[in-house]
């Protein structure tokens, strides 16, 4: 009965360098969401997958952003050459289909600070 | 853009007050799915309530109900007796039936006072 689960929980790292943030959905959920969330604002679509395609990549806001998912499972979201204004938590959310109908689930967040 | 709405920034009540936290939708579809979030000061957010667009017959969970207007776009959150438990971010969205993507407002801070 495990909920979504995303790791590392905090990651600082240098301007420039490259990151990998993990998102494990819950089991059985078809379809994963990823969202930035700057401090104090609300929630920022990245992209979503149905399954392992990604039918809309358009909220990637460049081209450092890239995202994957494996065995309709595990999802990762790679930010290449950091940059301050990547600073944010990344919510990762999932849910049993893709749908406006579908409640999402959301994980814990990874909290990323670019120094 | 079909926005969701929440104007109240921040809302600041002492314990045992009932406190009503507003949502207000756009949106050009017939069918559509309304729903709350709540992320306390943890961070994760916790699905509370969705409702669909056919049904708009308010709901009582303890100490929360949810009144869906169409009439107005509206479908506001109330915590009867506020609890300093209750405080956190609350988070409005909206989806469409032919659409994956939920619509966020941008959320409302509540503080209760012990």
């Known amino acids: 009965g495990a909920g979504v689960s995303q790791s590392p929980s905090n990651k600082v790292t240098e301007k420039g360098k490259d990151v990998e943030l993990r998102c494990d959905p819950i089991s059985g959920h078809t379809a994963l969401y990823w969202y930035r969330q700057r401090l104090g604002q609300g929630l920022e679509f990245l992209i979503y997958?149905?399954?392992?395609?990604?039918?809309?990549k358009s909220g990637l806001p460049s081209d450092r952003f890239s995202a994957e998912r494996t065995g309709e499972s595990v999802s990762t979201l790679t930010i290449q050459r950091t940059q301050q204004e990547d600073s944010a938590v990344y919510l990762c959310?999932?849910?049993?289909?893709?749908?406006?109908?579908?409640?999402?689930?959301f994980g814990p967040g990874t909290r990323l600070t670019v120094t | 853009a079909q926005k969701v709405t929440q104007a109240q920034t921040e809302i600041s009540v002492v314990e045992k007050e009932d406190v009503t936290l507003d949502c207000v939708y756009e949106?050009?579809?017939?069918?559509?799915?309304l729903f709350w979030y709540k992320q306390p000061p943890s961070g994760e957010l916790v699905f509370l309530i969705r409702r669909n667009s056919f049904d708009e017959q308010n709901e009582i969970s303890g100490r929360y109900s949810w009144n869906f207007q169409k009439s107005t776009s509206s479908f506001n959150f109330t915590i009867t007796a506020s609890q300093v438990v209750d405080s956190a971010v609350y988070f409005c969205?909206?989806?469409?039936?032919?659409?994956?993507?939920?619509?966020f407002g941008t959320g409302t801070r509540l503080k209760v006072l012990a």
């Open positions: 997958f149905q399954g392992n395609s990604a039918p809309d």
């Open positions: 969205a909206r989806g469409g039936a032919g659409t994956y993507k939920y619509i």
């Open positions: 949106t050009r579809d017939t069918t559509y799915y």
């Open positions: 959310a999932s849910s049993l289909e893709s749908g406006g109908s579908y409640e999402q689930y």
